[in-house]
């Protein structure tokens, strides 16, 4: 009796192939998943900042907006302006100028 020969037929699953796609897969997703957080971190932070700052402007525009109308209105304002900051006086006036520094200095001198 011969053996008859018979030829045997291999069948190779695709799970592995499958396997790596759902692996590659699933990386691309967390890589993904990663950077769209960092980037909305990123960008919500950065908003947070610019509000802050626009409400800072805000503030201060409320505050000039209020010294203009304050200015505009009389002219006491404007006056104390003028002689607080840069010194200005009426004719006929007269300046007392008192400074501590002044007098200490002049008692060093004259010892």
Do not use: A
């Amino acid at each position: 009796m011969t053996k008859r020969y018979h030829p045997q037929i291999i069948v190779k699953p695709y799970k592995k192939k499958k396997k790596k796609i759902r692996k590659w897969v699933l990386t691309i997703l967390i890589i993904g998943l990663i950077l769209s957080m960092s980037i909305y971190l990123l960008l919500s932070f950065i908003i947070k900042r610019e509000l802050k700052e626009i409400n800072n402007i805000k503030s201060e525009n409320k505050y000039f907006k209020w010294e203009i109308q304050k200015l505009s209105k009389s002219d006491i304002f404007y006056e104390e302006i003028l002689r607080t900051r840069y010194g200005y006086i009426k004719k006929g006036e007269k300046i007392f100028l008192y400074s501590p520094y002044y007098y200490k200095s002049q008692k060093e001198i004259i010892k």
